[in-house]
């Protein structure tokens, strides 16, 4: 796992997941809907607000921030992820990175990447959010992190560990968190965090795995990954029904400074 200690932008961010796209949009988590609320909670009516989803995907968190009312462009710079995402009458899908979003000065309310911004360059991508944002705007960053103190969710990472291409990092958003803390144009990180199951039949959990851009699609690793998580579902599922993955959905907002 040489790649292991790159810093993620590094490592094909806009083209690793073209062959992942179809297994995102269909078994990828959700989010608590709590969550999304707390995003924003507090701002103006949600009809009022533009919303930058910046690093969409397939688009499951704009769907739920346009469910709320709020008026969402999704950025998503891969071209396969755009194509699968489910369209939404408050979504505009539409091509940008983090670092060059092409949105205008002070144009949004609210910038959100959900389970996407440690794959952003993060000095210029939180520069970018700080230009794009208007006064008293807000920056949300999600994230759905393993409940590792659930012992079938813990087997599982165990699983997916041992056949990954890199070392899975997990919890530790420390890194990109200074980043917003040291920058002037945000005020102080406030952190939220909310409990969340996903519950999936083994062949869900199967293509829940293989979008994840880590995971081999061939070969010996990717051989052992099916026998082992064929056990894995088998201890853990219900008698007649799905196996569950808990996670803590980790939320950090913060308020631009004017």
């Known amino acids: 796992m040489a790649s292991q200690s790159l810093p993620l932008h590094t490592l094909d961010p806009l083209g690793r997941f ?57 950025l998503e710079p891969n071209a396969e992820m755009r194509a699968a995402a489910a369209p939404h009458a ?43 944002l208007r006064p008293g705007g807000r920056l949300a960053l999600l994230w759905n992190d393993w409940n590792l103190d659930d012992p ?37 990180v406030r952190h939220h965090s909310f409990d969340y199951a996903q519950s999936l039949t083994r062949p869900e959990v199967v293509g829940r795995t293989l979008s994840s851009s880590y995971m081999p699609k061939q070969g010996e690793a990717y051989e052992q990954f099916l026998e082992a998580i064929a056990a894995w579902h088998q201890i853990w599922a219900a008698p007649d029904g799905p196996a569950t993955l808990r996670y803590v959905t980790n939320l950090y907002l913060a308020e631009t400074v004017t």
């Open 18 to 74: 073209s062959d992942r796209a179809q297994d995102y949009a269909r078994y990828r988590s959700s989010y608590p809907r709590a969550a999304i609320a707390a995003i924003l909670f507090g701002l103006s009516e949600p009809a009022q607000l533009v919303v930058a989803d910046i690093g969409a995907g397939t688009g499951i968190s704009s769907r739920l921030l346009g469910d709320l009312g709020a008026r969402v462009i999704a």
């Open 90 to 132: 408050q979504v505009t899908v539409q091509s940008g990175t983090a670092e060059q979003t092409g949105l205008g000065d002070r144009s949004v309310d609210v910038v959100t990447c959900c389970q996407s911004f440690h794959w952003f360059n993060a000095p210029p991508a939180v520069a970018e959010f700080s230009r794009i």
């Open 152 to 188: 079938g969710t813990a087997a599982y990472r165990q699983i997916i560990q041992a056949a990954a291409t890199r070392a899975i990092r997990h919890h530790d958003h420390t890194n990109s968190l200074h980043v917003v803390e040291e920058h002037p144009g945000f005020a102080p």
